[in-house]
């Protein structure tokens, strides 16, 4: 799925040094969601926390809520405002 290609993508960056930025992580984020891979969109997410973002976050609670993980859900969620981030969904 789209997933995996977007996992490859990364690690081609990595391979090749290149820079990740939040877009880079919100699109495979989300690309996890959408195929079910909240546990691997959460990987992701925590690999991205030395630039927390409230989009990132957005992503990954959607993640969780397509794979009915309402408790992580709750509690990414409590993350997300001791981050300081406003939610906004």
């Known amino acids: 799925g789209r997933w ?3 996992l490859n ?3 081609e960056m990595r391979q090749r040094q290149l820079r990740f930025d939040s877009i880079t ?4 984020i989300s690309a996890c969601g959408k195929g079910g891979q909240w546990s ?11 630039l927390p973002n409230v ?6 609670l959607t993640a ?6 309402w408790t992580q859900a ?11 981030l406003q939610p906004d969904i």
């Open 4 to 6: 995996h290609q977007a």
């Open 9 to 11: 993508l990364l690690e």
């Open 25 to 28: 992580y919100t699109a495979a």
């Open 40 to 50: 691997t969109a959460l990987r992701l997410l925590e690999e991205n926390r030395h």
């Open 55 to 60: 989009i990132n976050y957005n992503a990954a």
């Open 64 to 69: 969780l809520e397509k794979g009915q993980q």
């Open 74 to 84: 709750l509690q990414l969620f409590s993350q997300l405002q001791q981050a300081y």
